[in-house]
Structure formats: structure tokens, C-alpha cells
């Protein structure tokens, strides 16, 4: 059976990490192809920093040349808040006869019990998560890659460009180029 990951999220930057992620799932879980899903707005966040256009574009620009991913805009084409669940329904019928990964961190991974109508959910999808450092997965139902860890996260890249500080290490450089040209995160 074919495998599809789904990688949804703020994306408010997509950093190295979010790829290394998505690269090390595509291979231990053996995908077909991991979809990054920029959140339109998620229910657990009131605003975001950059809009939804401009996050989409960044995944595009960091994922675009490698075959393995893809972008969707499926949530930032619905109205209001994003739910999982929604998302889910929509790309089993897209993708009718995979098996769909959700892809999460483990910051939301314990909370996973929580989110919107999780019970069906769990049913017509594998929740996956990678461990972070300095959060433990204690949810059994999910599934946990075991990888090196890698320390970055989106508030890091947008503190750094705030405070007028390199990020080069932290995105790839074209969408440190993206934010340059479009003045994101200095406010």
C-alpha cells in the first residue's frame, strides 16, 4: 500500500528542522511523498506572524527542488480556523487507497488526545511524532520516530530576524532570501 505523510503547521518560518523532519519520515516510515500544509489559522494559535500567502510561498521555495515533497494550500483556501480533521477527509479522498501519516511535534503530540473530533481521526490516520528536546511523547497511541534531535524552531528564526541577527543557519537561503525581500519579522 502506498504511504502519503502529511506535515501541517504554522510554517511561520519553515526552518531545517521542519525539513529534516519531513526527510528523515519520508524515509523511516517509507512515504511516497510528504505534504506540507501551512495552516490557515490554527485553533490553538490567535494570530499568526506573517500571513498565510507568505508562508505558503516560503514552504514552495524550501521544498521545490526536492521530489519527495510537495505543498498543499488546502487549508489556507478554507475560511476560519484549521482543523486536522477536515484536512484528513479531504486527502482521503484525494489520495483514495493510501495510508495517510499525520506528521506532528512533539510540543502538540501530547495534546493530540485533545484536538478536534482526535477519536475519528485517529481512525483514518497515523499519528506520527518526532521527539523535540525538552518534551517527552507519553501519548502510546502515537507513533515516535526515534531521530537526532535538531534545535530550531519558528520563534527562534523570527527573534533572530527581529533582533537583526543571522538566520543562515537556520532556514535554507532562499527563504532567508524571502523574508529579506519581504521585510518578514522585524516588528
Known sequence: MKKLGIFGGSFDPIHNGHIYIA??????????????????????????????????EMARIATTSDSRFMVSDIELKREGKSYTIDTVKEFKKLYEGYELYLIIGADMANDFKNWYKADELSELITPVSVK???????????LTLEIPPIDVSSTEV?????????????????VENYIKQKGLYKK
Open 23 to 56: 526527510s528523515l519520515a519520508f524515509e523511516l516510515l517509507g512515504l511516497e511523498k510528504v505534504v506540507f500544509i501551512p495552516a490557515a489559522l490554527p485553533p490553538h494559535k490567535q494570530s499568526l506572524a506573517s500571513s498565510g500567502v507568505d508562508r505558503f
Open 132 to 142: 523535540r528536546s525538552g518534551h517527552e511523547i507519553t501519548d502510546s497511541n502515537i
Open 158 to 174: 523570527r527573534d533572530r530576524v527581529k533582533s537583526g541577527q543571522d538566520i543562515s543557519d537556520l532556514v535554507p537561503k532562499d
